[in-house]
């Protein structure tokens, strides 16, 4: 028996805890806003945090999971108006956009600790989320943005 | 355990698609700009391949557009969205434009795949805003004369007296006024009026078309998480599958012990899928799924399966020896495919011959999200969701597969997390409805997993090219042969067509626009052992990249300045007959060539503004350098600078890329530099990374870790786009693909002028270090 918390609510879960956290959120809790994208914590589509760190869900098991705090994009912000969300939108990032949750996630972790990053911070802090129809520039510009904003 | 066999009966729609293209072509534009219907032709300023498409167009507002007493205006979306913001964004706009819509009060809502209904909805080849922004308008300008209409009704007037204006009638004389919402249901009663009716707007008073200030529709979603993928459909009760494919297309399972992997907590079924035989369209592969109640017990299901497979004949594939294989088909004359002037005599004759050879491999397409897809099975009503870009076709194929009529089925289209080409294929969603049909009609998910992805794919094609240059006394260039081999994606459709079909030789080579008197193209002959499917910009990439890489290598060779014998070949401006000298009938991308003609005019526009703003033939360190290549594809004209840094251990940067764009008229602006920063992206992946290869029949890469994808931190660090600036009378012509195909060579004559190095293979690798 796993007992943690998801968005500061209360959860208790019995079955394999081998199981990573991302299949527990998106097949257990339909809580699809966590994609699956590579399985191996290389793409970063994933991300989560986990008591606050930024987190790959698909490598982290239901047992490490355990007595901890786990915050996804549904519950980044209560208004979902959290600064790196707004930039996303007044930049326009995406293109498909499957990829933008786990780095919204990723860049929020990053302001969360720096708040004012520079350019090689925000790309060395970026470069585990791979984007496929390539919005890097964008996603650099709204951490810029985002940075200012905070 | 049980045997399920997909439906045997599969129909060649592309294989249609391509004849009616043909057509065409082979009648020229006037024959088909005669053929439209008055309806259609009354506010077709111009000709496109629209109608020529299966299901053509459908402009009838009552289809597209309903407005609730509220005044929220709801518009159709019928194609697919895959992150350009065609579907789901700029062709929406397009109807609220003329509607005079306040965007602020429109809700797009997804069709199901429907084409009889909607017309086309086969999300490819860059044609979205090209074939739609005429119809969307007539269709939104309808509408508003409808309001305008039932508002005159109301208050008894003239309709000459109102005007529709941002989302309410107006009386003009009275200054009276109703909104959308108090006109829509007399509005709705009305007959649709006939086309001589129908007034556009001018483009002066355009307030959303052409600005780039509409946020795309689903920027909200998508930045929260609620943004529905295919991946992510939920239903009550809903198992989960993942396949175990045969490692080598064709393969079959020779020995299944599925014991350990049925003893998997939560896993509940085994199902064996049989493979079609080739040509099998977009069959699924095959193999042995397991059914689970998530997708983990789903995933260790198939870790303890026992397999053994039967490879069958395409095991002998091998990617080095199939590169031997395509090399020696070049070495050797080949099937014309244009031919002007004698290229052999003048070959013979010439002062200097120059040759290369250059070789690029398969890539996959690795959209980020895998294909995945949902089915479900109600009282004999099928239901499926999934992420693909020809809903319409997919329905009709997945309706094939479980032996139901299109009509008995509905495919609802989900958000696409990136498509690329890889999901016009719809092998994953017939995967689902077979599944569900396995379980009685209960909701089944197909979740592909990265590995899966990567290593049962449609490939994009390998090709091997070569070419020869004739040089008289004067070092002018007499004679062009370009050859070229390249497995056919016509295979399948079709048994072994070994010789590329009208819409491969129409990306990017026999359209080439050089000012030549002696040219020849030849192909090849290339078997394929694949699923050979269209990636981004198709063979365009291929053949930009070998075409502009060889122009620069003459060019170094007679000791020219790359750009300025780029424009040299292209020559003056002018309109290119291809048709004249191909022996296929020209595709030129499914549209009338009176339309979208080979201009060699345009073609040195971009080429000549992507070198200005790029400041071409500044002084740069030791170990920098600028490319530049110009290509034209989906009817667009494309240059782009790319100005690389090679460190001494071979790593490569990127400070900085210019890329000149000419798509006729700009709907999106925003959108359109968008795609060409993320085409610089993926530009640069596949120059420097993109391979797969084939070892004993199987695709030797598996995830990112050796199928790896440019990152953030290896990205260009600036792109900027110009876009040629355009009144609405230029046809709009293709965005989302044609940035790809000039990157990789500018990227490639960047990285010989830094170091002097050619690069005739991709990707590049390490043949820097």
Not at chain 2, 256 to 269: I, N
Not at chain 2, 483 to 507: C, Q, T, W, Y
Not at chain 2, 521 to 549: L, P, T, Y
Not at chain 2, 666 to 672: A, D, N
Request: glycine content about 10%.
């Amino acid at each position: 028996m796993a007992n943690l918390q998801v968005n500061g609510q209360a959860r208790a879960y019995d079955g394999d805890p081998s199981m990573p956290l991302l299949w527990y959120l998106r097949d257990e809790l339909a809580m699809t806003g966590t994609k699956f994208g590579c399985g191996v914590g290389l793409c970063g589509v994933c991300t989560v945090h986990l008591n606050g760190e930024a987190v790959r869900s698909c490598q982290v098991q239901m047992s490490e999971a355990a007595g901890k705090s786990v915050t996804t994009i549904e519950g980044l912000h209560p208004k979902h108006e959290h600064p790196v969300q707004v930039a996303w939108r007044d930049i326009g990032v995406p293109q498909c956009g499957y990829c933008q949750t786990g780095q919204i996630m990723n860049a929020a972790a990053l302001l969360a600790k720096k708040p004012a990053p520079t350019d090689a911070e925000i790309t060395a802090a970026m470069a585990g989320n791979l984007c496929r129809c390539g919005c890097y520039p964008r996603i650099h510009a709204a951490i810029r943005a985002a940075a200012k904003g905070a | 355990m049980t045997e399920l066999k997909p439906h045997s009966k599969i129909t060649i729609a592309n294989v249609s698609r391509r004849g009616l293209l043909k057509g065409v072509a082979a009648t020229g534009s006037l024959v088909l700009a005669a053929q439209l219907p008055g309806a259609k032709g009354a506010f077709a300023a111009y000709p496109t391949g629209a109608q020529s498409m299966p299901n053509g167009v459908v402009t009838n507002p009552k289809v597209f557009v309903s407005i609730g007493g509220d005044g929220i205006v709801s518009i159709v979306a019928a194609r697919a969205e895959m992150g350009t913001g065609a579907a789901r964004t700029a062709l929406p706009m397009i109807v609220a434009e003329e509607l005079d819509a306040d965007w602020a009060r429109v809700r797009v809502v997804q069709s199901p795949g429907d084409e009889k209904t909607y017309g086309n909805q086969d999300t490819d080849g860059s044609r979205s805003v090209r074939h739609f922004i005429q119809p969307m308008r007539q269709c939104g300008a309808a509408a508003r004369k409808m309001l305008e209409q039932a508002a005159a009704k109301k208050w008894g007037v003239p309709e000459g007296e109102v005007e529709a204006q941002l989302h309410e009638v107006v009386h003009k004389p009275t200054g009276r006024k109703l909104g959308y919402g108090e006109l829509a249901a007399d509005a709705a009663a009305l007959p649709v009026p006939a086309d001589d009716q129908i007034k556009l707007k001018d483009a002066s008073a355009f307030r959303y078309i052409g600005k780039g200030t509409v946020r795309i529709t689903d920027i909200v979603d998508i930045t929260i998480g609620k943004a529905t993928y295919g991946q992510d459909v939920v239903l009550p009760g809903m198992k989960f599958a993942v396949i175990a494919r045969p490692p080598v297309v064709g393969g079959k399972v020779a020995s299944l012990d599925a014991t350990a992997a049925m003893k998997v907590p939560g896993v509940e079924k085994i199902v064996r899928l049989e493979p079609k035989p080739a040509p099998a369209k977009f069959a699924p592969l095959g193999g042995v799924a397991v059914i689970a109640k998530n997708t983990w017990a789903a995933l260790k299901g198939r870790e303890a399966l026992k397999i053994t497979w039967d490879d069958g004949p395409n095991k002998v594939y091998d990617s080095k020896a199939y590169k031997a294989e395509l090399e020696a088909s070049i070495r050797k004359p080949g099937k014309v495919e244009r031919n002007e002037g004698d290229v052999d005599q003048a070959l013979a004759a010439a002062a200097k011959v120059i040759t290369a050879e250059y070789y690029a491999p398969h890539i996959a397409h690795a959209t980020m999200e895998p294909p995945a897809a949902t089915a479900r099975m109600q009282g004999g009503k099928w239901e499926v969701w999934a992420p693909v870009q020809s809903p319409g076709g997919a329905r009709d194929d997945v309706a094939a597969a479980v032996g139901v009529k299109p009509e008995e089925l509905t495919l609802h289209t989900t958000l696409l997390g990136g498509g690329f080409g890889r999901k016009s294929k719809c092998d994953f969603a017939i995967e689902a409805a077979l599944l569900s049909k396995e379980m009685g009609g209960a909701p089944v998910k197909v979740v592909w997993t990265r590995e899966d992805d990567i290593q049962h794919g449609f490939y994009h094609t390998v090709t091997a090219e070569r070419f020869e240059a004739g040089l008289d006394a004067a070092n002018k260039v007499i004679a062009w042969r370009h050859r070229s081999a390249a497995p056919s994606f016509m295979a399948n459709f079709v048994p072994d067509p070994k010789h590329p079909g009208d819409i491969e030789l129409g990306m990017g080579w026999v359209d080439s626009p050089f000012n030549v008197p002696n040219i020849r193209m030849e192909s090849g002959e290339a078997q394929s052992h694949v699923r050979v499917g269209w990636f981004r910009s198709v063979n365009n990439v291929a053949h930009a990249w070998s075409i502009q890489s060889f122009i620069a290598e003459l060019a170094a060779q007679l000791g020219r300045d790359p750009k300025d014998f780029l424009l040299e070949m292209i020559g003056p401006p002018r309109i290119i007959d291809v048709a004249k000298s191909v022996t296929t009938p020209w595709w030129d991308y499914g549209e009338p060539a009176q339309t979208f003609p080979v201009d060699t005019g345009r073609l040195r526009r971009v080429a000549e503004l992507a070198a200005e703003k790029a400041e071409w033939g500044k002084q740069l360190p030791k170990g920098q350098g600028l490319g530049i290549a110009a290509h034209r594809s989906f009817v667009s004209y494309i240059a782009t600078v790319v100005h690389v840094e090679v460190s001494d251990k071979g790593a490569i940067s990127i400070p900085r890329v210019d890329t000149a764009i000419d798509c006729g008229f700009c709907v999106h602006p925003e959108r359109v530099r968008s795609q060409l920063e993320g085409a610089a992206v993926m530009g640069l992946t596949l120059a420097k990374y993109g391979e797969i290869s084939f070892k004993n029949g199987a695709v030797e890469q598996s995830n990112f870790n050796d199928y790896q994808l440019v990152r953030i931190d290896e990205a260009p660090k600036e792109t900027r786009v110009y876009i040629v600036d355009n009144g609405i009378e230029v046809p709009a012509s293709g965005v989302g693909e044609p940035g790809v195909p000039p990157f990789a060579p500018a990227l490639c004559n960047a990285i010989f002028a830094a170091t002097g190095k050619r690069i005739r293979r991709l990707p590049i690798g390490d043949q820097l270090a």
